[in-house]
């Protein structure tokens, strides 16, 4: 039988005999797509992932089944079904040609032929060995689905699933990571819907339906949030307004779901006008549920005045819902809720086909730097006499129309002006003259074409955005704003991102780059215009994206003064008392002279927008600070312990692992050491081929160690050839004994005592790297 004739004729039937589709609530998902398919450009898309069968019973998927057809072996499908099973994070995987049934058990490592499929009851008992009264009750409560028209993709339901788990477990503190555009908010809907039919409260009764606050530091966020969250009755939402709270006297507090922003809740004054937060006319345990939204910007501090909404409110459970990964400037907040329970990233949201990919076009001008000279005019303010002005000064402490008309000259040029386009600016007067000179240079007559969205644009802007959002209309179609849309947008149709101001946070960098990463039909990537050197958070090691056909120019790192200091989102406040700046007007000669460099450059395997030579170049500055001369780095190599050390310095500096083995490609040492590729920049030494390394040290190592411990070195050096250098890591030695010997124990047994075994494999590493 064929594939078909296997699953229709022997495979259906027994699923059929083993309750699937019978039992209640038992569901199976046949030719079920886990994910998309990269977007390839052209409207294509790379393979998706399609599992012939998911087994599904009370609302959670349990088992992937890849079937093949009879003349091919039980196992053949094995190696995709561990891998789909993997994916949606199930513990049970099985391969089938009709004729035999091999299961996995991905938790216990346990595999081997069965009889008979597993029945619904049966898989749920080894899913779920523990009982849980709260997971049942989660799990009779079905996904409020929207008529049909919402499915949850595959890592959407594993984030519901480990946050009801975890509530089910009474943690109080959960996190989610999930890349912007990914669903966050779909994904606190769905676990409100649960939680609220389920009447799950902090009583652990289900004696009321909870109180649930979702708190926001945006006013944008929070009312997004409660248009998402429509499908609950009217009188179940609530958004907690300042205005309504002085009109009424009181703070809401007849509904279930309620919405906010942080600094409602922290403002409110007493009957005798002093300060007393909103947020203290609640009891301290009225909610049951706080959803955080985007919570690494400020709540999780422990010294932001936020912090105190939380403390106060300790005895909810607090979700956490984040698009940034684990860095130094973002430690409050993961010591705060802990470790994610789900990760999602915008590398794999990219790949699996969730995301648009995207484009950077770099772009560089004459006048990105500027000093004064006599023959420009000063305007207004007074400009410092040999001062070098850079990019973080621009439209900030100094403003040059003429190089703002040039820029967006350059910009309309380039883009196709009747796709919808964000440009970020330094600040909301910066966003007004951008928006004015694209409107005098524009070919679309509208008067409405280019507008502003920020704080000083009030409920105006608020309206233009929604319009842009729609996307059945054209105009406006640019807007220009400074932090309002860095975060929490939701416009599917966006194909430009243009830079015009410093982008200093990666958090913030993410984020807007996120902008532009919804699907939308005939939108294949989406182009970021960079003006202002924003790429080289590419290089980044918690970069996680990966571009597409890229267009870069490479230009110079500004040394460390010039890097743009964090800035303080400016949009949340009308801007009413503007700073003063320097305004010039250049010399008519210098206007006419200004020019500009667009150019392409290689991208690595590694998603960064940097060419091998711009690796080196950057590389060549840093290398100087880590070690002194070749013999200290020889000593540091050596060395497993002060290699990791070196490593994980440059990786702190952006030279990750990837980068290093881009520049091996580069110089042709693929088959060297990335020892090689460091002294190559530093020394312009030579590389040797691992080869030829061994060839020349093997004699000298294996001849200062007993007859035995020469054969697993010997067995080592192999390795390392074959390998590479991460063969020689610490962590190895147990891996590397394993595979000559079987196991620790026999290897022992031949060798000796454990102990001499490791100071051997790290002291004959020195001689590998000795100067030859």
């Known amino acids: 039988m064929n594939e078909a004739e296997t699953r229709a004729e022997i495979i259906d039937p027994?699923?059929?005999?083993?309750?699937?589709?019978?039992?209640?609530?038992?569901?199976?998902?046949?030719?079920?797509?886990?994910?998309?398919?990269r977007l390839q450009g052209a409207g294509k898309r790379a393979n998706a992932d399609i599992a012939d069968y998911v087994l599904v019973y009370r609302g959670h998927k349990l088992a992937i089944i890849e079937a093949k057809r009879t003349s091919l072996p039980e196992t053949e499908g094995l190696a995709q079904a561990k891998r789909y099973s993997t994916k949606l994070q199930l513990r049970i995987a099985i391969s089938t040609n009709g004729l035999q049934i091999y299961q996995a058990d991905l938790s216990t490592g346990a595999e081997g032929h069965i009889d008979a499929y597993p029945t619904p009851e049966a898989l749920w008992a080894i899913t779920f060995a523990d009982a849980n009264t709260w997971r049942d009750r989660f799990a009779d409560i079905p996904y409020e689905d929207k008529g049909g028209q919402w499915q949850p993709r595959y890592y959407q339901d594993i984030a519901i699933d480990r946050v009801l788990e975890s509530i089910a477990h009474t943690k109080r503190r959960i996190l989610l990571t999930l890349a912007t555009g990914t669903g966050k908010t779909a994904i606190a809907f769905q676990i409100a819907w649960k939680l609220f039919h389920s009447r799950w409260n902090l009583s652990a009764e289900p004696t009321r339906r909870p109180r649930i606050l979702f708190l926001a530091d945006r006013n944008i966020l929070a009312s997004q949030a409660y248009n998402a969250f429509s499908a609950f009755a009217e009188d179940a939402r609530v958004r907690i307004d300042p205005e309504e709270i002085r009109k009424k006297g009181r703070a809401p507090k007849n509904a279930s779901i309620f919405f906010t922003i942080f600094q409602t809740f922290m403002t409110g004054k007493d009957q005798d006008g002093h300060p007393t937060p909103y947020f203290g006319e609640y009891p301290t345990d009225f909610f049951d549920l706080i959803i955080i939204d985007e919570c690494h910007r400020g709540g999780?501090?422990?010294?932001?005045?936020?912090?105190?909404?939380?403390?106060?409110?300790?005895?909810?459970?607090?979700?956490g819902l984040t698009a940034t990964p684990k860095r130094a400037i973002n430690t409050d907040t993961y010591a705060y809720f802990g470790d994610p329970v789900y990760i999602y990233s915008l590398k794999d949201g990219i790949n699996d086909g969730f995301l648009t990919p995207f484009k950077l076009r770099q772009i560089a001008t004459t006048i990105d730097e500027y000093t004064y000279t006599s023959d420009d005019t000063v305007e207004e303010?007074?400009?410092?006499?040999?001062?070098?002005?850079?990019?973080?000064?621009?439209?900030?402490?100094?403003?040059?129309?003429?190089?703002?008309?040039?820029?967006v000259k350059l910009l309309l040029e380039n883009i196709n002006q009747r796709e919808k386009t964000l440009v970020f600016c330094a600040n909301q007067a910066h966003a007004l003259l951008v928006r004015d000179t694209i409107n005098q240079m524009k070919s679309n007559p509208h008067p409405d074409y280019c507008v502003r969205v920020t704080a000083n644009d009030g409920a105006a802007g608020d309206q233009f955005l929604s319009t842009f959002q729609d996307?059945?209309?054209?105009?406006?179609?640019?807007?220009?704003?400074?932090?309002?849309?860095?975060?929490?947008?939701?416009?599917l149709n966006v194909r430009n991102i243009v830079l015009l101001r410093p982008v200093a946070s990666m958090i913030e960098f993410k984020q807007i780059i996120g902008r532009g990463t919804r699907l939308f039909d005939g939108k294949d990537y989406f182009t970021v215009y960079d003006f202002v050197k924003a790429y080289e958070h590419f290089s980044d090691p918690e970069w996680d994206g990966e571009p597409l056909e890229?267009?870069?120019?490479?230009?110079?790192?500004?040394?460390?003064?010039?890097?743009?200091?964090?800035?303080?989102?400016?949009?949340?406040?009308?801007?009413?008392?503007p700073r003063r700046r320097v305004k010039i007007t250049l010399a008519d000669g210098k206007t006419r002279t200004i020019q500009h460099m667009i150019a392409t450059t290689f991208w690595d395997p590694s998603g960064r927008p940097m060419s091998a030579a711009e690796f080196i170049t950057k590389l060549f500055g840093a290398l100087p600070d880590l070690f002194r001369d070749e013999d200290e780095l020889r000593a540091l190599w050596g060395v497993p312990q002060t290699r990791a050390t070196l490593l994980a310095n440059l990786a702190d500096r952006g030279f990750s692992l990837e980068a290093l083995h881009a520049i091996e490609r580069a110089i042709d040492a693929e088959n060297s050491d990335i020892f090689d590729v460091l002294a190559y920049i530093a020394f312009a030494r030579a590389p040797l081929t691992r080869q030829t390394r061994v060839a020349t040290t093997r004699a000298s190592i294996l001849s200062a160690y007993p007859e035995k411990l020469q054969t697993f070195l010997d067995f080592v050096l192999d390795q390392y050839i074959k390998q590479g250098v991460q063969e020689l890591d610490n962590d190895n030695l147990v891996p590397l004994l394993n595979l000559k010997y079987q196991n620790t124990t026999?290897?022992?047994?031949?060798?000796?005592?454990?102990?001499?075994?490791?100071?051997?494999?790290?002291?004959?590493?020195?001689?590998?790297?000795?100067?030859?």
């Open 381 to 407: 303010g007074e400009v410092e006499a040999g001062r070098r002005y850079v990019e973080k000064d621009f439209n900030r402490t100094i403003e040059i129309p003429e190089r703002e008309r040039y820029r």
């Open 471 to 491: 996307n059945e209309k054209t105009i406006p179609t640019i807007l220009t704003t400074s932090q309002k849309l860095s975060t929490g947008v939701d416009a």
């Open 746 to 772: 026999d290897a022992t047994n031949t060798l000796g005592d454990p102990t001499q075994i490791r100071q051997t494999f790290i002291n004959f590493q020195q001689h590998l790297y000795q100067t030859p």
């Open 300 to 319: 999780a501090r422990d010294e932001s005045s936020w912090r105190g909404i939380l403390n106060y409110f300790s005895p909810a459970v607090q979700l």
């Open 550 to 577: 890229p267009e870069a120019l490479p230009a110079p790192r500004p040394p460390v003064d010039e890097v743009p200091a964090p800035e303080q989102p400016d949009d949340e406040r009308p801007d009413q008392n």
């Open 14 to 37: 027994a699923l059929t005999a083993a309750g699937w589709g019978v039992v209640p609530n038992s569901r199976i998902l046949r030719e079920h797509n886990i994910t998309l398919g």
